[in-house]
């Protein structure tokens, strides 16, 4: 997750996607589920993992992308070995002009953008992207 679940809470308030008390309650439900505050969101209908991760990538100012609704040609997985695609969860799309643009989980893991970078000698881009 890109955030923490203190930051989580933070957000949530400063949006008014609930009041104080209900989100106690989720977070006293997440705790007790041994689920992260975001999972405790998705599972109790406060919000969709989509609009969830429209909200975080906004909060931190960066793009967000929703996976099913892009083809992704096969020449882009040269760009990225996939054990290491996987184990961080990266999936680069098609270059336009100079930058490779990089569907992440983690779009502030600056080794990945520069391994990227390195290896096609082109400027690499974050997006933030659902796990649905």
Avoid: C, H, W
Wanted: aromatic share 4%; glycine share 2%; charged share 30%.
């Amino acid at each position: 997750m890109l955030i923490s679940d203190d930051q989580l809470k933070k957000l949530v308030l400063s949006v008014n996607l609930l009041i104080k008390r209900s989100l106690n309650e989720i977070e006293e439900y997440a705790k007790n589920s041994e689920l992260r505050l975001s999972d405790g969101l998705i599972e109790k209908d406060v919000v969709t993992d989509e609009n969830l991760g429209i909200l975080i990538a906004d909060s931190l100012k960066i793009p967000f992308i929703v996976l099913s609704k892009i083809s992704i040609t096969d020449d882009v997985y040269k760009v990225l070995p996939e054990r290491i695609a996987r184990k961080y969860k990266v999936i680069p799309l098609p270059a336009i002009k100079t930058v490779i643009k990089l569907a992440m989980m983690d779009p502030s893991n600056k080794l990945i953008l520069e391994m990227v970078e390195r290896k096609t000698g082109q400027k690499s881009y974050p997006l933030s992207f659902n796990r649905t």
